[in-house]
């Protein structure tokens, strides 16, 4: 197998909402792409950080991706997701279920300036 298909793949996310509460809006970079969803739901900042999560897990399931990493500026998230803090129980069991269809998932908290998906989400918000 080529060694480019064992190599972890690298997903960013981030999620939020204007006004906070309001209508959610989340990217996900893959490979210098951007995908971005707006206004299927409405809540707050950490709903919008989980369903920006579900988003990586889905775009790497459509890619057929195996061994990801997903990156995000929400430790609140990250922590809850790994199971050292806790949090929303469904949003919880939701991304062990997604995640079980992996070989292997990691996730990691960087700032929001190193946060590919946030600065996708910013330019799109302001048409660049």
Known sequence: ?????????????DGGCRPNPGPIETAVV???????????????????????????????AAHALCDIILIGDSLSVIRQASGVQ???????????ALAQDFDRVRLRHVGRSHNLAGTALERARWGR
């Open 1 to 13: 197998m080529n060694d480019i298909y064992q190599r972890p793949v690298k997903l960013w996310f």
């Open 86 to 96: 806790r949090g929303e129980v469904l949003h919880i069991e939701r991304f062990r």
């Open 30 to 60: 893959l490979r210098g792409v951007a995908d971005i969803r707006r206004g299927a739901e409405t809540g707050g900042n950490e709903r919008a950080e989980w369903l920006a999560l579900f988003h990586a897990l889905e775009i790497a």
